[in-house]
Nanobody, 126 residues
Framework: QVQLVESGGGMVQAGGSLRLSCAAS????????MGWFRQAPGKEREFVAT????????YYPDSVLGRFTISRDNAKNTVYLQMNSLKPEDTAVYYC???????????????????WGQGTQVTVSS
């Protein structure tokens, strides 16, 4: 079992930055791939970023590529999402998620993840 707790959300003006953190329980954090997703009101949950077990490989959709950076610190059991140049359309509840790492490629669909945090609200004002 993995328990995930997000933090770092808040309100920021367009063009600003936020860093989200996701703290994981358990002693096997480094064996999990981690992902960030977001969900705006009335919309489906959307893939934002993913990182492999070591942190050496990451993947992003075009909507955040070049603005968001996912990273992890396995010694601290924590994954981060640095968000720069924020836009009003980035407003959503952001969730971190975990799945046991395999060699089958990046996982970008929510159903591929087994564990989820409770979410943290990010609001970007124009």
């Amino acid at each position: 079992q993995v328990q995930l707790v997000e933090s770092g959300g808040g309100m920021v003006q367009a063009g600003g930055s936020l860093r989200l953190s996701c703290a994981a329980s358990g002693r096997t954090f480094s064996s999990y791939a981690m992902g960030w997703f977001r969900q705006a009101p009335g919309k489906e949950r959307e893939f934002v970023a993913t990182i492999n077990w070591s942190g050496g490989n990451t993947y992003y959709p075009d909507s955040v590529l070049g603005r968001f950076t996912i990273s992890r610190d396995n010694a601290k059991n924590t994954v981060y999402l640095q968000m720069n140049s924020l836009k009003p359309e980035d407003t959503a509840v952001y969730y971190c998620a975990a799945v046991k790492w395999d060699d089958l490629g990046f996982k970008t669909y929510s159903y591929e993840y087994d564990y989820w945090g409770q979410g943290t609200q990010v609001t970007v004002s124009s």
